[in-house]
């Protein structure tokens, strides 16, 4: 078993920044790849990065070159650093995390936190 807890969200003006983090505890070891992912109001829940256990990131296309993951092992941590926040992107943010070998994959995702939510104002 493995428990996230995000946290780091909050209300932030357009423009700003915030850097959530997400907790990983239990089997760490057994994770292969870790992810974050957002919900809108009336939306379904989308990709917003992904990294592996190599080190290897990807992002949404909405988020490139505003976004960062990174995992920090000696804290048991992956952040997810949002800069140049819009309104859009107001949304719960979870921290998700796969076992399974290969590409993360939304639906391979086996672990998920409770979210944290993302206010962007205008």
């Known amino acids: 078993q493995v428990q996230l807890v995000e946290s780091g969200g909050g209300l932030v003006q357009a423009g700003g920044s915030l850097r959530l983090s997400c907790a990983v505890s239990?089997?760490?070891?057994?994770?292969?790849?870790m992810g974050w992912y957002r919900q809108a109001p009336g939306k379904e829940r989308g990709l917003v990065a992904t990294?592996?256990?190599?080190?290897?990131?990807k992002y949404a296309d909405f988020v490139k070159g505003r976004f960062t993951i990174s995992v920090d092992n000696a804290k048991n941590t992956v952040y997810l650093q949002m800069n140049s926040l819009k309104p859009e992107e107001t949304a719960v943010y979870y921290c998700?995390?796969?076992?399974?070998?290969?590409?993360?994959?939304?639906?391979?995702?086996?672990?998920w936190g409770k979210g944290t939510l993302v206010t962007v104002s205008s």
């Open positions: 998700a995390a796969q076992t399974a070998g290969g590409e993360p994959n939304y639906y391979a995702m086996d672990y």
């Open positions: 239990g089997s760490r070891l057994s994770v292969n790849a």
């Open positions: 990294i592996t256990r190599d080190g290897r990131s």
